[in-house]
């Protein structure tokens, strides 16, 4: 099964139960040299306190592999590419949070990384390159891209089509404030930015966030470009 589906069917699991148990961020941390960390997580804390009243417990090892947020899964994808380094996926039991991260040498190497993550095993295609980072004039570029969340939402949309317990509508109402967050921050300090989408968060950090399910939230460009001091 591939991350982006059981993603999207974990989405169902707290739709079924009537509470929005995750958030989804993506965050891309830059230091001066050109190089950084990005990082994906799954907060579910909603969905802990849920299994707790049933009395249940997820496998979390069993979870993270079949999302592809294994040690094993995420260096098979991802070793080879070069630039590429400390590949690990870590879940904290305190906050019930899934995550995955790699260090990346330079934007070529974070773009080859973020696809080859994004990439379904299962497809005999070959890895579909996206340019989600770039960098022109002094300036560090997130594209208008937004695969991740773009596939996230054509499954969850595809789960509920195909499901007589759910519609649209009733996914609509129930997840609301079911988030999804792009963060950006840098070692130096933001001088300015461009998309009026972004919050600043502090000196170093700019953040998107949208609403998956909630129509008043008409955020629709992740595209930025962020000049450092």
Request: charged share 25%; hydrophobic share 35%; net charge negative.
């Amino acid at each position: 099964m591939n991350s982006r589906r059981t993603v999207s069917l974990l989405v169902i699991f707290c739709l079924l139960s009537t509470t929005s148990c995750m958030e989804m961020l993506e965050r891309v941390f830059f230091r001066s040299n050109g190089g950084g960390t990005y990082t994906f997580a799954i907060n579910m804390s909603g969905m802990k306190s849920l299994l707790a009243g049933y009395g249940e417990e997820l496998d979390m090892k069993d979870l993270m592999n079949e999302i592809k947020m294994g040690d094993s899964t995420l260096t098979r994808k991802m070793g080879g590419i070069e630039g590429i380094s400390n590949i690990k996926a870590n879940f904290d039991t305190t906050n019930f949070t899934i995550e995955m991260s790699f260090e990346f040498a330079n934007l070529e190497a974070l773009n080859q990384g973020i696809s080859a993550y994004y990439h379904d095993e299962s497809s005999p295609l070959d890895i579909e390159q996206y340019t989600l980072y770039e960098q022109k004039g002094g300036e560090i570029i997130r594209t208008n891209q937004n695969v991740m969340l773009d596939q996230i939402m054509k499954s969850i949309k595809e789960e509920a089509g195909g499901s007589e317990e759910l519609d649209m509508e009733f996914v609509e109402m129930f997840l609301s404030d079911m988030k999804y967050t792009q963060e950006i921050s840098f070692e130096n300090e933001i001088k300015k930015f461009s998309n009026d989408e972004y919050t600043r968060t502090n000196s170093n950090t700019i953040t998107w966030t949208k609403y998956l399910f909630n129509k008043l939230d008409v955020k629709s460009n992740i595209g930025v470009k962020v000049k450092t001091k």
